[in-house]
């Protein structure tokens, strides 16, 4: 999984305020980090939800002659050298931009703003970088060189890179320019499906793929009772989604979703029935105890392909329960045994190689998907070290 969380602005700085605040609220409602605005409707932003605001300061103003000091970041360029309304001047030193940069560079989070014209846009995007938490490049006609120019010549100094885009698919490209790729990208799209899809293609390419492994059912035993979890999730999961569980941290198994009909109860496809207290559960780059989870974690959905996608936990119900053992040996020259414990019940089921079944239906020789970590772990976090688990 990618640790580099990259961050989607909506641009909304043009036309009218019916026009801007329905960019606004879509992205809102779709997730995306941030949205650039001019001064005047800051204060009007902040009433539509919570999200962060970058406001263009007038004329290359301070924050506080410009009156933005509501924005959580002030943006520097627009109406001056970075759009071309002012010439760049020779010496950098005499740049209003560079210079208004510096008045707010370590008290408020700033952003320059360059509209990438030619080859001197580009190095003065780079020149201003340096008292910058943002620069945000606009290329006035798509193209991929400058800024993988830029990105080369910023990718060791501190101001994230914020790429203009027009599409999900520019956004995409954007983030996977030059393998480190943008800090975040400005959409500028009236296309309310754009935004959306931008944060869900945003979104899967930062989770990437589990893998997943074969392992071959050895035993199925009935036990006494003990406490088992269900996680409700404030997500919909389908057919062959569920959550990476097990009693060992090198080996989860793919407990599925009860996203099933079932004669003896409705589906309940937010829900996953996952095990008992002591279990451990991905919950992203680390594994938790399921006890431990509670209403506003993160959780990580996974399917049978191993495509993931984060949830966040809406409630966590411990009960008493019937339990069932299920032993199993990992594919692989070392053939390693894992193990899992469930509740003892119909619509408790594991992810096999071509469908869901039923830890009631079980046996000997049967194949389920698990996630095998080559790492231990400790307080949940992978480690290189010698851990035995039974």
């Known amino acids: 999984?990618?640790?580099?969380?990259?961050?989607?602005?909506?641009?909304?700085?043009?036309?009218?305020?019916?026009?801007?605040?329905?960019?606004?609220?879509?992205?809102?409602?779709?997730?995306?980090?941030?949205?650039?605005v001019v001064e005047a409707d800051v204060a009007k932003v902040t009433e539509l939800g919570h999200l962060k605001i970058a406001a263009f300061a007038s004329d290359s103003e301070t924050e506080s002659e410009s009156g933005v000091g509501e924005a959580d970041?002030?943006?520097?360029?627009?109406?001056?050298?970075?759009?071309?309304?002012?010439?760049?001047?020779?010496?950098?030193?005499?740049?209003?931009?560079?210079?208004?940069?510096?008045?707010?560079?370590?008290?408020?989070?700033?952003?320059?703003y360059v509209e990438l014209r030619g080859k001197k846009y580009e190095q003065f995007a780079v020149d201003i970088a340096d008292y910058c938490n943002y620069v945000i490049v606009i290329g006035k006609d798509w193209k991929i060189i400058p800024l993988e120019n830029i990105i080369a010549e910023l990718q060791h100094k501190d101001a994230k890179v914020i790429a203009g885009v027009q599409s999900a698919e520019e956004a995409m490209t954007a983030f996977e320019t030059l393998e480190y790729g943008a800090d975040g990208v400005l959409l500028?799209?009236?296309?309310?499906?754009?935004?959306?899809?931008?944060?869900?293609?945003?979104?899967?390419?930062?989770?990437?793929?589990?893998p997943l492994s074969i392992a071959r059912i050895t035993k199925v035993e009935e036990r006494e009772m003990g406490d088992r979890v269900c996680v409700d999730t404030c997500s919909l999961m389908?057919?062959?989604?569920?959550?990476?569980?097990?009693?060992?941290?090198?080996?989860?198994?793919?407990?599925?979703?009860?996203?099933?009909?079932?004669?003896?109860?409705?589906?309940?496809?937010?829900?996953?029935?996952?095990?008992?207290?002591?279990?451990?559960?991905?919950v992203g780059e680390k594994t938790r105890y399921l006890s431990e989870l509670t209403s506003g974690d993160d959780i990580l959905i996974v399917n049978a392909e191993g495509n993931a996608r984060k949830a966040i936990v809406g409630r966590v119900k411990i009960e008493k329960r019937p339990l069932m053992l299920v032993e199993a040996e990992v594919e692989g020259e070392e053939k390693r045994k894992c193990s899992i414990i469930l509740q003892n019940a119909e619509t408790i089921k594991l992810m096999g190689k071509t469908k869901p079944i039923s830890v009631v239906d079980l046996k000997e020789g049967d194949e389920v998907l698990v996630h095998v970590a080559e790492t231990a772990r400790h307080f949940g976090i992978a480690v290189e070290e010698m851990v035995i688990e039974k």
């Open 238 to 282: 389908t057919l062959g989604e569920g959550m990476l569980v097990g009693s060992q941290s090198f080996a989860l198994f793919l407990v599925h979703s009860e996203s099933e009909e079932s004669p003896y109860v409705a589906a309940r496809p937010f829900r996953v029935n996952a095990g008992p207290v002591y279990a451990y559960v991905l």
């Open 1 to 36: 999984m990618n640790g580099k969380r990259r961050e989607i602005w909506i641009k909304a700085d043009v036309g009218t305020w019916a026009e801007k605040k329905s960019r606004i609220t879509t992205g809102l409602e779709s997730g995306v980090d941030g949205v650039l």
């Open 73 to 112: 970041i002030v943006v520097y360029g627009a109406g001056s050298e970075g759009d071309g309304t002012m010439q760049i001047p020779s010496d950098i030193a005499d740049s209003e931009v560079l210079n208004a940069l510096k008045s707010t560079f370590g008290t408020k989070p700033n952003a320059g």
């Open 188 to 210: 500028d799209t009236d296309d309310i499906s754009e935004i959306k899809r931008a944060v869900e293609l945003r979104d899967a390419s930062e989770m990437g793929k589990m």
